[in-house]
């Protein structure tokens, strides 16, 4: 059984009390037959009683010692007390990729900005105990999950607040204000000194930028209205990925729950500096605020947690499960090289448009091309753009001049021809699909190879290329390899 450590904006004599009544309660409940809620839940206090910080540092550092396969636990920085920020990856650690080769997927969780907001912090617990024990009892539902998706979950970003119940810091900042993003650009209060002024969203952003930056998922976890909440907080208007997010309220609503799914500035109220906005607007994420309901009592709850959070427990695994979808994904059905232009069929699986999209070609001497026919270049963000080109500027490709570039719809394909003049295409060269995963401006740049079986040689060709060289195929390595230092271009 975990012991029990907190803190609260009750007196001592009052928490006493309060802690005795509960815990009578709890014992009263779990004592009846008909106490259902306490089936598969060995552990009757955590069911009912709200983490502190001293028990979400036993619970997080238990998970680790028991399951290494799947668990890490690190200390990403420390609260202005200095508190450990602790961030449970969890993953199949047997293997780095899916079973297929490719990148697994990434899902970035934090929960607890606000101390008082429980609930909110509970469930970001709930969904690290859904997917260890899941594991650890065999679900080859979860475990499927696992082998192919890597969950980063800071369950109690504010473990000072949390301790004391209040929303706010030790230093008295809201946390959710203090990012960078149109920072106090809002009607608000406490947003702090400055963006990133406290350690712990300071430390928050430096985890996003440095370990996931490639994120396909991020949901900040709060208490106060029963709602899910999409960029923007700042502005009414729809976000550029409004496809996507309209496509989720409405899978989620047909099939899970009827929880409200709105833009944050109408949903809620215009909130700038926010972790969901930097997410978004800054790092390119697909992001959610999720705010459980705010009918809290004192220091946990008679209903057991599990079963209490249960439908938005539903909606995360819907939203984690489904997370392949949750940005462009483009497949080339055709390509045919004819008299240097290449006309191209391209299908978007996901549930995310881009916007930006375009073919590069690796010839057999290691050169790069890309649309109007440019020797030697690649993209800004790889760092090696350093002249204006007939597609380009100084900052890269310009995608909007025709010829040069396309963009795709979600669930949508299409066709398009562009001009590859001067370059050698020839059977020993290498194809590279190269695209923004969204809309958003910040989103992240991937490049695919294309499969060397739909592209066909219409002039001077043989046919089907044969596979590329190990040459290639090792130079191909190295741009992945530079290509998964996340660099972004915006």
């Not at 009683?49 to 680790?64: I, R």
């Not at 594991?135 to 607040?161: R, S």
């Not at 500035?265 to 500096?273: D, E, F, H, R, V």
């Amino acid at each position: 059984m975990t012991t029990i450590v907190g803190g609260g904006p009750l007196s001592g004599a009052m928490r006493r009390w309060a802690a005795i009544i509960l815990a009578s309660l709890i014992l009263s409940v779990s004592a009846a037959p008909v106490a259902t809620a306490q089936i598969g839940q060995p552990d009757i206090i955590q069911e009912h009683w709200y983490h502190s910080y001293a028990t979400l540092t036993l619970d997080v550092n238990a998970w680790a010692d028991e399951y290494p396969e799947i668990v890490n636990l690190l200390v990403v920085g420390q609260t202005e007390l200095g508190r450990n920020l602790w961030m449970l990856q969890i993953s199949d650690w047997s293997e780095e990729t899916k079973p297929d080769g490719t990148a697994k997927e990434v899902v970035y969780i934090d929960g607890g900005h606000h101390g008082n907001e429980h609930l909110g912090t509970e469930l970001a617990f709930l969904v690290a105990e859904y997917y260890i024990e899941g594991w650890a009892d065999g679900e080859q539902e979860i475990i499927d999950v696992l082998a192919t998706t890597e969950l980063h979950i800071l369950i109690m970003l504010n473990a000072d607040g949390n301790d004391l119940d209040t929303r706010w810091n030790v230093n008295q900042v809201d946390l959710n204000r203090n990012y960078d993003h149109y920072w106090n650009t809002c009607p608000t209060t406490q947003p702090g000194s400055a963006a990133f002024s406290e350690s712990e969203t300071l430390a928050n952003s430096i985890y996003m930028n440095e370990t996931v930056p490639h994120a396909d998922l991020y949901i900040t976890m709060h208490t106060g209205v029963w709602i899910m909440l999409y960029p923007w907080g700042k502005w009414p208007e729809q976000p550029s990925d409004w496809e996507m997010f309209h496509f989720i309220r409405d899978d989620v609503h047909t099939n899970i729950s009827d929880i409200p799914i709105q833009n944050a500035n109408q949903g809620l109220y215009p909130n700038c500096g926010t972790s969901r906005d930097y997410g978004y607007g800054v790092m390119g994420y697909p992001t959610f605020t999720f705010e459980t309901d705010d009918e809290q009592w004192l220091l946990g709850t008679v209903e057991a947690l599990s079963e209490r959070l249960g439908e938005e427990l539903g909606v995360m695994n819907y939203l984690i499960e489904n997370i392949w979808y949750w940005r462009a994904r483009l497949v080339v059905d055709s390509l045919e090289v004819e008299d240097g232009k290449v006309h191209l069929s391209v299908s978007n699986l996901g549930r995310a448009s881009t916007s930006n999209a375009t073919l590069a070609y690796l010839d057999e001497d290691g050169g790069w091309w890309v649309p109007g026919g440019i020797e030697e270049v690649y993209l800004a963000h790889l760092g090696l753009w350093d002249e204006v080109h007939t597609c380009g500027g100084e900052w890269g490709l310009n995608l909007s001049i025709p010829g040069c570039g396309f963009g795709v719809n979600a669930t949508n394909s299409t066709v398009t021809t562009l001009d590859f003049r001067g370059a050698p295409i020839s059977s020993e060269g290498q194809f590279y699909l190269v695209y923004q995963k969204r809309v958003i401006d910040s989103s992240m740049w991937v490049n695919e190879s294309v499969n060397q079986s739909v592209v066909e040689m219409k002039a001077g060709g043989s046919g089907l290329l044969p596979a590329p060289s190990m040459l290639l195929v090792f130079v191909a390595f190295a741009l992945a390899a530079i290509n998964s230092r996340n660099r972004k271009f915006e």
